[in-house]
């Protein structure tokens, strides 16, 4: 008996999983579509305003080699083991190099109930604006 009730909530899960899919897939809209990105200026504000949290999806080794300051490496492989590592209360930002994977991040951590978005202009375009005085400037305010 406790076999059959584990095969049906399994059956179950992935039934509503599918759901929660489909509906987000069928009320797609041009707002969703803005609204699921974020630039690099608005992040650093809300980054400086303690109201975002970045998370650099790549794997492990490429967050060693190189990463921001801001972020936390959550690899997206990692994620749905990992969901207890971020704060509900903040916008998540993913992010990686090319946007491929931030993308399916988001939106997974979408249809978990976050307010999720991801890095439109991707790690390297945030590398590039954090250069010089922002970059001064951007770690100068986040450490307050």
Same mark, same amino acid.
């Given at each position: ?13 992935? $039934? !509503?999983?599918?759901? +929660? ?9 041009? @707002? /969703?579509?803005? %609204? ?8 650093? $504000? !809300?980054?400086?305003? +303690? ?9 492990? @080794? /490429?967050?060693? %080699? ?9 690899? !997206? ?17 993913? %992010? ?49």
């Amino acid at each position: 008996m406790k076999k059959i009730i584990l095969i049906f909530c399994i059956c179950l899960t992935g $039934v !509503l999983a599918d759901t +929660k899919h489909d509906e987000y897939l069928k009320s797609f809209s041009y @707002e /969703e579509r803005k %609204a699921m990105k974020i630039g690099k200026v608005e992040l650093s $504000v !809300l980054l400086e305003e +303690k109201k975002a949290q970045l998370v650099d999806i790549r794997f492990k @080794e /490429e967050y060693e %080699a190189w990463h921001m300051p801001a972020s936390i490496n959550i690899p !997206l492989n990692e994620l749905p083991m990992r969901l207890n590592e971020l704060d509900k209360s903040k916008t998540i930002v993913t %992010a990686c190099p090319h946007k491929d994977r931030a993308i399916m991040a988001r939106t997974f951590l979408k249809l978990k109930g976050y307010d999720a978005r991801y890095l439109k202009d991707g790690l390297i375009g945030l590398a590039e604006y954090w250069r010089g005085d922002n970059a001064r400037e951007f770690i100068e305010e986040y450490k307050k």
